[in-house]
């Protein structure tokens, strides 16, 4: 998305510089969007620099900010996604004369005096606030109230219209008299006229709905998530909810190719139609991905010199191959009789032991070569953004292994916009869609696919399905906790999108069962809920995809804003480009168009 994309670009320009000296300043300038302005005033009788870095760059060099001559004042742009550590050092000695670590507020307006201490004969800075910042959260509370007046009225206009058709029901009977003036046949004809009872669906709609609600997070993630950086990727490891809606939807494929291929297989589809099946499909989703998602003609001329390779549509389409494949060679087509085994607790697991040994091999290889392969240049298992992270030791060894062999496959064929360049500075093109990471999609896929053999073999026992749902969020959990130790930077194996590391993947499949197992509870077991909205998009997801990726720069799902300084205008229209997609979903819906690969 190239509204994302420039948002991107606006939100990490770190540090814009005006200087202003003999003690008077220039005219502030605009601040923009998780923008603040820092202010240093020199009060010492030398020169002083001044040197940041993100607290979100791990081991990252500190950075020139600003100099301030003795007795002047400077003035610095600051980025408020993450917490900043500035420096101020003596020019002429290089000594550090004070250090502080702090998150800025978006459109607050600061000041740092540097003066010589009263108490003892050394320089301090304080710290003041000029001006209060904004309340970057008000817009998204708003839009969260708004949200839940929108569910409420929704979740009333059943039982309104069931009261309107009941009065009406009730003024029908009474002026025709004496030919129901029986109270049974009153309540009978009130009931027929109000049941609205169907027999229950084929359909998982849980699945529908899990896979409408992730798709619908991430096309608002691709229309600039309202600028809130919760919304976006993170720069390297890290986790946030943009970074979760791919692995969702990867899950969800792997659960329906076990519901969608147990069903083909028992009504006798023949394994020659399911692999002709499976080719098409991967063939188009590739083809679809390589030649309009890749390249939009706001990027300008078609050029091989920087036209993208890898991509989602590509990753999704090769995962769903090697899934169906496994699904189709080594899957179950009878549910084998319920007689009594020591393995019987795991029969989901044992029964499908092919498919277990050739995942356990696929990750063995995976991390054989993240943390064995040598890279020339780079430390042997090299995890890092490289740039002027690690000290600046190893700039050009982003993404270690994973990051070489995209460069030596596709040379700079890879994707323009990394994340970790903005703030880890770096240079060398890297592909969060790369060859090693799919290896890594394919297990995610397949956690998705042991959701979809819980669901069959304990078809009807619906608390057995929510406790194993539960148990495997546990594992992965732990598992996740182990690898990571807990932290973003100093894990084993740091949870990491970008790399779709092991411990991603985990902590992904975690959060996978947790919320297909929430929604199977309120929508399949229970009724609550009818998956509303998210199934509509959820019914025609290729659809959604692909058009929000083709159409998202046009008008009316995008414009060209005006009110940049705060998060109203980019959340408004990131809203709004969703809610436009989800209703196209529902018209859709109602029109009985879905379309399908």
Same mark, same amino acid.
């Given at each position: ?23 008077? $300043? ?9 923008? /603040?302005? !820092?202010?240093?005033?020199?009060? %010492? #009788?030398? @020169? *002083? ?15 020139? $900010? ?9 003035? /610095?742009? !600051?980025?408020?996604?993450?917490? %900043? #550590?500035? @420096? *101020? ?136 998530g309202g600028g809130y950086w919760f919304f976006q990727h993170e720069p390297w490891n890290g986790l ?183 703030i880890y500075l770096t240079t060398q093109p890297f592909d969060p869609e790369g060859v090693l990471g ?104 290729i659809f959604v995809y692909v058009g929000h990726t083709m159409l998202g720069y046009y008008f009316p ?41």
């Amino acid at each position: 998305m190239e509204s994302s994309r420039t948002l991107q670009a606006s939100l990490t320009v770190l540090i814009l510089v005006t200087s202003s000296y003999g003690g008077r $300043l220039q005219p502030e300038p605009n601040l923009r969007l998780n923008q /603040a302005l !820092l202010t240093f005033h020199n009060q %010492l #009788t030398e @020169e *002083v620099q001044v040197s940041y870095t993100s607290d979100y760059c791990y081991k990252c060099l500190f950075l020139h $900010l600003v100099t301030v001559t003795h007795s002047n004042n400077a003035s /610095a742009v !600051l980025s408020t996604k993450f917490a %900043l #550590t500035l @420096e *101020v050092k003596s020019h002429t000695t290089n000594a550090t004369l004070c250090r502080w670590s702090q998150t800025y507020g978006e459109g607050g307006h600061y000041s740092v005096w540097i003066q010589m201490s009263e108490t003892a004969n050394n320089s301090s800075c304080t710290f003041t606030v000029d001006k209060k910042p904004n309340n970057v959260y008000m817009p998204l509370l708003v839009a969260a109230l708004l949200l839940v007046v929108l569910a409420v009225l929704f979740i009333a206009r059943p039982y309104i219209h069931r009261r309107c058709c009941a009065s009406k029901c009730i003024r029908t009977v009474c002026c025709q008299g004496p030919q129901h003036s029986d109270d049974n046949e009153l309540v009978e004809a009130c009931e027929a006229q109000q049941n609205t009872t169907k027999a229950k669906p084929a359909r998982l709609l849980s699945l529908d709905t899990f896979r409408g609600f992730s798709l619908i997070v991430m096309v608002f993630v691709n229309y600039g998530g309202g600028g809130y950086w919760f919304f976006q990727h993170e720069p390297w490891n890290g986790l946030t909810v943009a970074s979760l809606v791919m692995p969702w939807f990867v899950f969800v494929i792997g659960t329906s190719v076990v519901l969608a291929f147990t069903s083909m297989q028992r009504k006798g589809v023949s394994r020659l139609q399911l692999l002709r099946k499976i080719t098409w499909r991967t063939v188009v989703l590739m083809m679809l991905g390589f030649c309009f998602l890749n390249y939009s003609p706001i990027d300008g001329s078609l050029s091989w010199s920087w036209l993208r390779v890898p991509g989602v549509l590509q990753r999704l389409g090769f995962t769903y191959f090697v899934l169906s494949l496994l699904q189709t060679f080594w899957g179950q087509k009878e549910i084998p009789l319920r007689t009594y085994h020591w393995w019987n607790p795991v029969q989901d697991v044992v029964l499908y032991w092919p498919q277990w040994l050739i995942i356990i091999l696929l990750e063995a290889l995976s991390l054989c070569i993240t943390f064995l392969m040598p890279v020339p240049g780079c430390p042997t298992g090299y995890l890092g953004a490289g740039g002027i992270g690690d000290y600046g030791l190893y700039p050009n060894c982003t993404g270690g292994a994973a990051g070489y062999i995209d460069r030596r496959m596709f040379g700079h064929n890879l994707y323009r916009y990394p994340t970790c360049k903005q703030i880890y500075l770096t240079t060398q093109p890297f592909d969060p869609e790369g060859v090693l990471g799919t290896i890594n999609s394919v297990v995610m896929g397949f956690l998705g696919m042991q959701a979809g053999k819980i669901i069959i073999f304990y078809k009807g026992k619906n608390i057995v399905i929510l406790c194993r749902f539960l148990a495997w969020a546990v594992i992965l959990g732990i598992s996740t906790a182990i690898l990571s130790k807990c932290t973003r930077d100093e894990g084993f194996i740091p949870v990491n999108k970008n790399l779709w590391s092991l411990s991603f993947v985990l902590c992904a499949g975690c959060s996978s069962f947790l919320l297909l197992g929430a929604m199977y509870f309120v929508i399949d077991v229970k009724g609550w809920w009818g998956g509303q909205p998210f199934i509509y998009p959820g019914m025609n997801s290729i659809f959604v995809y692909v058009g929000h990726t083709m159409l998202g720069y046009y008008f009316p799902f995008s414009w060209e804003m005006r009110f940049t300084e705060n998060h109203w205008e980019w959340l408004f229209q990131g809203l709004w480009g969703t809610s436009l997609w989800v209703l196209t979903a529902y018209l859709l819906y109602r029109k009985k168009f879905f379309l399908k690969i």
